[in-house]
């Protein structure tokens, strides 16, 4: 056999381990649409088993999903993780609640696009304070905001009205835009270990104290103030 010819059939051994690799590929992939298509399923049939009016929107839900899918899957990149999730739950939201809506200002319209990944609907307004009136209003089911806008509009708050129920995303690198959802409710705890949970508290002067749970013994070691929200403390990634 002459060299050229050894060559040649080494490149087609390659050339068919290559496309029996991609067909494994292909399989998997048949494999992840038809289980997709099947929790897709469940989605739907949750909906039958909610009382009527009953939140869509499942913060403590989400939060306790994706601890579980990071700390038992560390082989997979946690930005994968959550990435897929994302677009896999907020497609959730949308079948439970086809006209789920977003309100948000246009300082706030990419923190919304990363949450409803491209499946609710969107309330742009002029102001926060319009995006905020939206949600009294019924007009839309949450309102996202910057940190910078949640800061200067903390008197918007107000318990049991508009409320703190979440952040944008649940994995953080340092330096990372943030962003929260404001809803009409608390959302439920979102886990039992220390720290899961961070409580925002409003002070006299408007003023906004963040205050993760694993650094108070209980949930009445929170220093004085209105309790204006509660949302699942971020998974911090070290800055590259």
Request: some cysteine.
């Amino acid at each position: 056999m002459t060299k050229s010819s050894s060559q040649d059939l080494s490149e087609q051994t390659k050339a068919s381990e290559l496309a029996g690799l991609r067909a494994k590929i292909d399989e998997i992939d048949d494999t992840l649409l038809s289980l997709l298509a099947k929790r897709q399923d469940l989605s739907r049939q949750i909906v039958t088993k909610k009382a009527l009016g009953s939140n869509v929107f499942r913060p403590d839900r989400e939060v306790s999903l994706l601890r579980n899918l990071v700390a038992t899957h560390p082989e997979i990149d946690s930005r994968l993780i959550m990435g897929l999730w994302r677009h896999i739950i907020s497609a959730s939201i949308a079948e439970q609640k086809p006209d789920y809506t977003i309100a948000h200002s246009d300082s706030g319209a990419g923190l919304a696009r990363i949450h409803g990944a491209g499946y609710m609907r969107h309330l742009l307004q002029d102001t926060v304070q319009e995006a905020i009136e939206s949600l009294r209003a019924g007009k839309a089911d949450c309102v996202i905001v910057t940190e910078d806008e949640l800061t200067a509009h903390a008197d918007l708050l107000v318990p049991d009205e508009v409320v703190i129920a979440a952040s944008i995303g649940f994995l953080f690198q340092e330096g990372q835009e943030r962003g929260y959802v404001l809803c009409r409710e608390m959302p439920l705890a979102s886990g039992q270990n220390k720290g899961d949970d961070t409580f925002v508290m409003r002070a006299a002067d408007n003023s906004l104290n963040h205050h993760p749970s694993g650094q108070m013994a209980d949930k009445a070691a929170l220093p004085q103030g209105v309790l204006v929200g509660q949302y699942a403390t971020p998974l911090m990634m070290p800055k590259e």
